[in-house]
């Protein structure tokens, strides 16, 4: 290796000494991610009426190629319907475990009820508490459970490392964002 190579080489070395480094010391400092990025299910609603837009029709969990959803359906109450169709999802559960993030249930689903978000901090202790019920998912809940936890038990606000962005599709976020939903 020549003396004019190691010269480049150090060069190089130097001019980057001077640049903004692209790391962040997260989680103290908000991580931004990319518009596309596919973090934890959110299942939507609709705006007005504020119904469950999932209808309960296990499309999302045909689709899944992980086998990480499960889907019991009921049939809706004329008086005061869950969903707007026949019948609404009584029972929703994504396998956080066994989820790969692909989106494939979020391109099956005939009414746009499940969207992928974007939390991913969902580290966890327990094998059942990665498995993420309505409660976990229905739009208006920030935070995943461990997070809700402790807030909840330190009596403060969920505190996420990344920016939440605002997805169109995410719709009726008004309609429970005052409510709180318990862990
Ligand atoms: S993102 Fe992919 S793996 Fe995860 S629940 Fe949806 S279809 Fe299954
Ligand atoms: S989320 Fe969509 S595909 Fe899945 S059960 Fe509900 S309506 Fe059907």
């Known amino acids: 290796?020549?003396?004019?190579?190691?010269?480049?080489?150090?060069?190089?070395?130097?001019?980057?000494?001077f640049q903004k480094p692209v790391t962040i010391s997260y989680p103290e400092q908000p991580a931004q991610l990319k518009p596309r990025f596919r973090g934890r299910h959110v299942l939507t609603r609709h705006t007005g009426t504020g119904l469950e837009k999932c209808i309960g029709c296990s499309?999302?969990?045909?689709?899944?190629?992980?086998?990480?959803?499960?889907v019991e359906a009921a049939e809706n109450d004329?008086?005061?319907?869950v969903s707007p169709?026949?019948?609404?999802?009584?029972?929703?559960?994504i396998n956080m475990l066994r989820c790969i993030f692909c989106g494939m249930c979020e391109e099956a689903c005939p009414t746009g009820a499940v969207v992928l978000g974007n939390e991913f901090e969902m580290a966890d202790y327990r094998y059942?508490?990665?498995?993420?019920?309505?409660?976990?998912?229905?739009?208006?809940?920030?935070?995943s459970k461990p997070q809700r936890r402790e807030a909840k038990k330190y009596k403060k606000a969920v505190k996420m490392g990344f920016q939440v962005t605002v997805r169109p599709e995410l719709e009726g976020v008004k309609y429970l964002a005052s409510r709180e939903v318990s862990s």
Do not use: H, N, W
Request: proline share 5%; net charge neutral.
């Open 128 to 143: 059942g508490d990665f498995v993420y019920g309505k409660q976990d998912m229905l739009v208006g809940t920030q935070g």
């Open 85 to 93: 169709g026949e019948r609404y999802a009584k029972v929703y559960e």
């Open 1 to 17: 290796m020549s003396v004019l190579e190691i010269a480049k080489g150090m060069g190089i070395t130097l001019s980057k000494l």
């Open 59 to 70: 499309l999302c969990a045909a689709a899944c190629p992980a086998y990480a959803i499960y």
């Open 78 to 81: 004329p008086r005061d319907p």
